[in-house]
């Protein structure tokens, strides 16, 4: 018997019970839609949140104060305001790794235009703190050197705090109310999104450090310190002269414990992204149950199959059929509700994928990858699960099933 005569026979067997055959073939087609679906919402996060590390530069450190350890408590990370100006101009001039240097201090504030307010974050940069986020200013300008020397009292909005205070109307040079100082508009923000899914980046000012310094928070140190590398390969480079030059000015002794930490990006993206691998397989393996339950479904249906057939086998037995004949027919049938409920799951999994995107507003990624797993796990299923009923079928004793009522 070739394969073709066998799947027309295959074919011709399952169509006589077509709603049974549906039935059994359903098990599959939610199998590798949900398969392909839950991949897809995994796949779509992992990418999201490499787009959104990506935006902010792969070549980023960031220097943070360590914590304050008195009489063996630790306070905790960033309890001790170790950091100033003077630490970031060092590691501007003395490390050859470092690119661009930004001191950092932030807070949350109201601000005001005419009867409009919002509360949002400031961040007190230097102007050098576009080049370093990779970030680019949509409408006017940002500030320079000068006014951060001088400590001017300009921002530069979000692009969420723009559109929350001054909607369609044009905000360069107009004045708002930060703590009730007036600040000038220079420039607007290009929109840049959630920060990994931690923060909104575009709900936020920036202004010159010295002007946040002085004017809003009452400070003389700094909070952090923005450093980008000359390149990627060289963050490793940058991390070791940073914390050279630092416990030399902070007058660390050999051994002791840092007073800042530096981190490094790149490496929190990795970890995020394989975060999300992470999930990606979890979903896929969930959904990869139903599968399985499908497999179950399509045994139990062969097996109830081969007892309705069986005078059918003893006379194909009879008229020259070998053991192996009615082996490949029974398992090609087992084989072919399993391809076809792939093949119609294949299409319900990116239906779903897309109407999960679009209602639920989640990023959805359907990969070629996913898509040749589930419609082989589903080929597997079928064989695996209806090779127990095509083996029974082929060892029926051929005397005894043409006897069979």
């Not at 589930?374 to 695996?384: D, K, N, Q, R």
């Given at each position: 018997?070739?394969?073709?005569?066998?799947?027309?026979?295959?074919?011709?067997?399952?169509?006589?019970?077509?709603?049974?055959?549906?039935?059994?073939?359903?098990?599959?087609?939610?199998?590798?839609?949900?398969?392909?679906?839950?991949?897809?919402?995994?796949?779509?996060a992992k990418n999201a949140v490499e787009e959104?590390?990506?935006?902010?530069?792969?070549?980023?450190?960031?220097?943070?104060?360590?914590?304050?350890?008195?009489?063996?408590?630790?306070?905790?990370?960033?309890?001790?305001?170790?950091?100033?100006?003077?630490?970031?101009?060092?590691?501007?001039?003395?490390?050859?790794?470092?690119?661009?240097?930004?001191?950092?201090?932030?807070?949350?504030?109201?601000?005001?235009?005419?009867?409009?307010?919002?509360?949002?974050?400031?961040?007190?940069?230097?102007?050098?703190?576009?080049?370093?986020?990779?970030?680019?200013?949509?409408?006017?300008?940002?500030?320079?050197?000068?006014?951060?020397?001088?400590?001017?009292?300009?921002?530069?909005?979000?692009?969420?705090?723009?559109?929350?205070?001054?909607?369609?109307?044009?905000?360069?040079?107009?004045?708002?109310?930060?703590?009730?100082?007036?600040?000038?508009?220079?420039?607007?923000?290009?929109?840049?999104?959630?920060?990994?899914?931690?923060?909104?980046?575009?709900?936020?000012?920036?202004?010159?450090?010295?002007?946040?310094?002085?004017?809003?928070?009452?400070?003389?140190?700094?909070?952090?310190?923005?450093?980008?590398?000359?390149?990627?390969?060289?963050?490793?480079?940058?991390?070791?002269?940073?914390?050279?030059?630092?416990?030399?000015?902070?007058?660390?002794?050999?051994?002791?414990?840092?007073?800042?930490n530096v981190r490094n990006w790149s490496e929190?993206?990795?970890?995020?992204?394989?975060?999300?691998?992470?999930?990606?397989?979890?979903?896929?393996?969930?959904?990869?149950?139903?599968?399985?339950?499908?497999?179950?479904?399509?045994?139990?249906?062969?097996?109830?199959?081969?007892?309705?057939?069986?005078?059918?086998?003893?006379?194909?037995?009879?008229?020259?059929?070998?053991?192996?004949?009615?082996?490949?027919?029974?398992?090609?049938?087992?084989?072919?509700?399993?391809?076809?409920?792939?093949?119609?799951?294949?299409?319900?999994?990116?239906?779903?994928?897309?109407l999960i995107s679009h209602f639920a507003g989640?990023?959805?990624?359907?990969?070629?990858?996913?898509?040749?797993?589930?419609?082989?796990?589903?080929?597997?299923?079928?064989?695996?699960?209806?090779?127990?009923?095509?083996?029974?079928?082929?060892?029926?004793?051929?005397?005894?099933?043409?006897?069979?009522?």
């Open positions: 018997m070739n394969i073709l005569r066998t799947v027309r026979v295959s074919m011709r067997a399952l169509g006589r019970n077509k709603m049974r055959s549906f039935l059994t073939a359903l098990g599959i087609i939610i199998g590798v839609g949900a398969v392909i679906a839950m991949i897809s919402i995994g796949e779509g959104r590390f990506t935006s902010m530069g792969t070549n980023l450190l960031f220097v943070r104060p360590g914590s304050l350890s008195f009489r063996g408590r630790q306070s905790g990370a960033g309890s001790y305001n170790t950091l100033t100006p003077e630490d970031a101009q060092a590691l501007m001039e003395k490390c050859n790794a470092v690119q661009y240097v930004s001191p950092n201090v932030s807070g949350r504030v109201q601000t005001v235009y005419r009867n409009k307010n919002w509360n949002t974050s400031i961040q007190g940069v230097s102007e050098k703190f576009t080049d370093i986020r990779k970030w680019v200013v949509e409408e006017g300008v940002f500030f320079d050197e000068n006014m951060v020397k001088v400590g001017a009292k300009v921002c530069v909005l979000g692009s969420d705090v723009k559109q929350n205070l001054f909607e369609d109307e044009d905000a360069i040079g107009q004045i708002i109310r930060i703590k009730k100082i007036p600040f000038r508009v220079i420039g607007v923000l290009e929109a840049k999104g959630e920060s990994g899914g931690w923060f909104n980046q575009d709900d936020m000012i920036a202004m010159p450090y010295t002007t946040a310094q002085r004017r809003l928070l009452g400070i003389d140190y700094i909070q952090s310190i923005d450093v980008s590398a000359t390149s990627t390969e060289n963050t490793a480079k940058a991390v070791a002269q940073i914390e050279e030059v630092l416990r030399i000015r902070h007058k660390i002794a050999p051994g002791a414990e840092d007073d800042f929190m993206a990795e970890s995020a992204s394989e975060s999300m691998r992470i999930l990606t397989y979890l979903l896929g393996g969930i959904a990869a149950v139903s599968l399985l339950v499908g497999g179950i479904g399509i045994m139990n249906i062969m097996l109830v199959s081969v007892t309705e057939r069986i005078r059918e086998i003893g006379i194909r037995m009879s008229v020259g059929a070998r053991e192996k004949d009615i082996l490949l027919q029974f398992l090609t049938e087992a084989v072919v509700l399993s391809v076809l409920g792939g093949v119609l799951g294949i299409g319900v999994g990116i239906a779903t994928s897309r989640w990023t959805t990624l359907i990969s070629l990858g996913s898509i040749a797993l589930a419609f082989l796990f589903a080929g597997s299923v079928g064989i695996f699960f209806g090779f127990y009923p095509a083996s029974k079928a082929s060892k029926l004793d051929p005397i005894e099933a043409l006897r069979y009522e």
